[in-house]
């Protein structure tokens, strides 16, 4: 340091700018590599939705022509743990064995069958929807979601999928 | 040196809260000399770096972890094997509380040569606490993950609690929050290591700095500030750049290097050789020379005699030794320092010797190495949460009503025998099914309640071990009672 005072502004402004970026330079570095580590390991993980097919009930069983309110359990994996989860659904016997969610489009509360009305009626927002699932009144932008549907073994089944809320397209949330 | 760096050095010397740039009389030379003796004087800034480290990567990992004993070992598995950049930030996190006791230690020699228990006294306590207290992290850091190494780090801190004289007992249950290790001790490791020894170094890193600015401007008007500031940048520079290129390495290194992690305590053999944390072999090794609750006292008091002794040292400069040494500061310390250094380094080492040495336990070690190696590779499987019992229609089989297991045996057999006794496979260790277990001599259901209570009795060998006081009588006969219908 002992001729540093005796240098002039110019160089020794360069000096000091140099002195000081290179540091900060080297922090910066310290801090990215960490923090696009982290943006890496706490990005949301998207669960792949399981296509499994889910018993929903034996086929001699669907009969009528009211929609069945009918309970599904379905597998979720979230990061390190497996967990099971139960939907209600609806079969409309009477259009041949489609299977309604009961998630209401609008928000995702879920609707029930009234039996003196004969709709489905969302107990939040007082959507109203006819006993084939299409729309009729109420904030809803659209029909209640149908799932796809096989049978196997003279058993209904089902594969579980949630829509987006709230929009004219019927979007598979992913 | 020229007028305005002696007027410098002069008013700074009455400030002893200055010690970036104090000079003490007697260690001229030691501050802000240039070229590569002053990047000696940079172990600050690099212990300032791993700490910002091991808080960035702290709290990336605490996004995940789960402190439970069911769910730990899986969500650091989780981390490690499916997470993108989960196995650095752990390695990281791991290897740099390796290193960061390391240049604590060299920034408290450096301290010690330039006499700062004096000079700046705030800094110099400051220092041996922030290493006590990082000691304590990795200590409780090392049970968190509960595969067999966490487990052991458990076991010992629970051994040497212990053994101490006289509250031996106490401080045991106190540490482990009941007279067994369970998931409430693996709570109060986490909760120590993710809260309360962060927040304490916090503190008294905050205390260190809280009198560094004011002290510049009380350093006095005769003080030419752009120089001062000069000698400040300089020495900051240089401590941001050693502090990075230290990063740079072990970021470099951790990459190569994951932390291990082997399988679940579950999966444990009876074979296994703990080995601690490279910070904790020295005094592994040394208890292996000190018997009974002597070791305890040479684990817990002897580095609690130390830090008093360090933290004490501005205060030590006692008359009575003064006949001794001309500084009985220097003595004591220098002692202390010598001496805790002499050992950690030859215990280290005769540690890692002994174990190359000795052919049965390298063989023991390799294999184990093998292990962590072989369950890294395996895939990720996620744990199956319990539904809601609230929940009537999807909530497991109560006990024994339709021929479901018990939920005894859910709790304590399912882990290795498997949920209906189909017996399980967990790495190289294969527990044999319970199906068909009556045809068997010697295992009637009155059998089954006395090998519950004496394993070894009945010709069984670890890991099967005795549920004597976990299980009610109630328990073991419903468990005896529903073994035995189990067929082919």
């Known amino acids: 340091m002992h001729n540093d005072n005796a240098s002039a502004a110019g160089p020794d402004k360069s000096r000091r700018?140099?002195?000081?970026?290179?540091?900060?330079?080297?922090?910066?570095?310290?801090?990215?590599?960490?923090?696009?580590?982290?943006?890496?390991?706490?990005?949301?993980?998207?669960?792949?939705?399981?296509?499994?097919?889910?018993?929903?009930?034996?086929?001699?069983?669907?009969?009528?022509?009211?929609?069945?309110?009918?309970?599904?359990?379905?597998?979720?994996?979230?990061?390190?743990?497996?967990?099971?989860?139960?939907?209600?659904?609806?079969?409309?016997?009477?259009?041949?064995?489609?299977?309604?969610?009961?998630?209401?489009?609008?928000?995702?509360?879920?609707?029930?069958?009234?039996?003196?009305?004969?709709?489905?009626s969302c107990p939040c927002h007082e959507s109203y929807f006819a006993a084939d699932g299409s729309r009729i009144s109420g904030p809803a932008r659209r029909g209640l979601d149908p799932l796809p549907t096989r049978l196997q073994d003279g058993k209904l089944q089902v594969q579980y999928q949630a829509f987006e809320n709230n929009t004219e397209q019927r979007i598979t949330r992913s | 040196m020229n007028a305005t760096e002696t007027s410098t050095a002069v008013s700074e010397a009455a400030n002893p809260l200055v010690d970036l740039t104090v000079k003490s009389p007697g260690d001229r030379g030691d501050l802000f000399e240039n070229g590569w003796g002053a990047w000696l004087q940079t172990t600050g800034g690099i212990v300032g770096i791993l700490l910002l480290v091991q808080f960035l990567t702290g709290v990336l990992l605490a996004f995940y972890y789960v402190p439970s004993v069911d769910h730990a070992h899986t969500t650091v598995s989780f981390i490690e094997k499916v997470l993108p950049a989960g196995s650095w930030i752990r390695s990281l996190h791991h290897h740099v509380s390796h290193w960061l006791p390391v240049f604590l230690f060299l920034h408290i020699v450096r301290l010690f040569r330039r006499s700062a228990y004096n000079t700046a006294t705030v800094h110099w306590i400051a220092s041996v606490i922030v290493l006590a207290l990082v000691m304590a992290a990795a200590a409780t850091g090392y049970s968190l993950p509960w595969d067999a190494r966490a487990f052991f780090s458990t076991?010992?801190?629970?051994?040497?609690?212990?053994?101490?004289?006289?509250?031996?007992?106490?401080?045991?249950?106190?540490?482990?929050?009941?007279?067994?290790?369970?998931?409430?001790?693996?709570?109060?490791?986490?909760?120590?290591?993710?809260?309360?020894?962060?927040?304490?170094?916090?503190?008294?890193?905050?205390?260190?700095?809280?009198?560094?600015?004011?002290?510049?401007?009380?350093?006095?008007?005769?003080?030419?500030?752009?120089?001062?500031?000069?000698?400040?940048?300089?020495?900051?520079?240089?401590?941001?750049?050693?502090?990075?290129?230290?990063?740079?390495?072990?970021?470099?290194?951790?990459?190569?290097?994951?932390?291990?992690?082997?399988?679940?305590?579950?999966?444990?053999?009876?074979?296994?050789?703990?080995?601690?944390?490279?910070?904790?072999?020295?005094?592994y090794q040394s208890l292996k020379y000190v018997h009974?609750?002597?070791?305890?006292?040479?684990?817990?008091?002897?580095?609690?005699?130390?830090?008093?002794?360090?933290?004490?040292?501005?205060?030590?400069?006692?008359?009575?030794?003064?006949?001794?040494?001309?500084?009985?500061?220097?003595?004591?310390?220098?002692?202390?320092?010598?001496?805790?250094?002499?050992?950690?380094?030859?215990?280290?080492?005769?540690?890692?010797?002994?174990?190359?040495?000795?052919?049965?336990?390298?063989?023991?070690?390799?294999?184990?190495?093998?292990?962590?190696?072989?369950?890294r590779k395996e895939p990720f499987v996620p744990t199956p949460l319990k539904l809601d019992n609230r929940n009537p229609a999807l909530a497991t089989t109560p006990a024994s009503s339709q021929g479901g297991p018990p939920m005894a045996y859910t709790k304590f057999c399912a882990m290795c025998h498997g949920e209906h006794g189909e017996g399980a496979r967990q790495g190289a260790l294969r527990f044999p099914p319970l199906l068909g277990v009556s045809a068997k001599p010697r295992r009637t259901v009155d059998d089954i309640v006395g090998l519950l209570n004496d394993p070894k009795a009945y010709g069984l060998e670890p890991p099967m071990r005795s549920f004597a006081t976990k299980l009610t009588d109630q328990e073991k006969r419903e468990i005896a009672e529903w073994v035995v219908t189990l067929k082919k």
């Not at chain 1, 290179?22 to 310290?30: D, Q």
């Not at chain 1, 989860?85 to 069958?113: D, I, M, R, T």
């Not at chain 2, 230290?246 to 291990?260: C, E, G, N, Q, T």
Request: glycine share 6%; hydrophobic share 50%; net charge positive.
């Open chain 2, 292 to 375: 009974g609750s002597l070791g305890s006292v040479v684990a817990v008091v002897f580095p609690g005699v130390v830090v008093l002794a360090l933290t004490l040292l501005p205060w030590l400069n006692l008359a009575a030794l003064q006949k001794f040494s001309k500084q009985p500061q220097r003595l004591i310390g220098g002692t202390i320092l010598t001496v805790c250094a002499l050992l950690i380094v030859t215990m280290t080492s005769v540690s890692y010797l002994s174990d190359r040495r000795d052919p049965r336990v390298r063989q023991q070690l390799a294999r184990q190495a093998a292990d962590e190696e072989a369950f």
């Open chain 2, 155 to 283: 076991r010992v801190a629970e051994g040497i609690l212990s053994g101490l004289p006289l509250l031996g007992r106490t401080a045991r249950l106190w540490a482990l929050g009941g007279n067994e290790i369970s998931t409430l001790t693996l709570s109060r490791f986490f909760a120590l290591h993710l809260l309360v020894t962060p927040f304490l170094i916090l503190i008294v890193v905050a205390w260190r700095f809280s009198g560094l600015n004011l002290s510049l401007v009380a350093a006095g008007p005769n003080v030419n500030p752009i120089a001062t500031g000069r000698v400040c940048l300089q020495n900051l520079s240089r401590q941001l750049v050693a502090g990075s290129l230290v990063f740079a390495v072990l970021a470099i290194y951790s990459m190569k290097y994951p932390a291990s992690l082997g399988p679940a305590v579950t999966t444990m053999t009876p074979d296994y050789l703990p080995r601690p944390g490279a910070q904790f072999l020295w005094l």
């Open chain 1, 17 to 120: 700018a140099f002195l000081i970026l290179v540091p900060l330079g080297m922090l910066a570095g310290v801090f990215t590599s960490v923090a696009t580590a982290a943006y890496r390991f706490l990005k949301p993980r998207i669960s792949e939705s399981s296509n499994k097919w889910i018993d929903v009930a034996p086929l001699a069983d669907l009969t009528g022509n009211l929609p069945l309110p009918k309970k599904i359990v379905a597998e979720q994996i979230a990061g390190w743990a497996t967990s099971t989860e139960e939907h209600f659904v609806y079969v409309l016997p009477a259009k041949n064995n489609q299977v309604l969610s009961a998630v209401c489009p609008h928000e995702g509360c879920e609707v029930s069958w009234q039996t003196d009305t004969k709709l489905f």
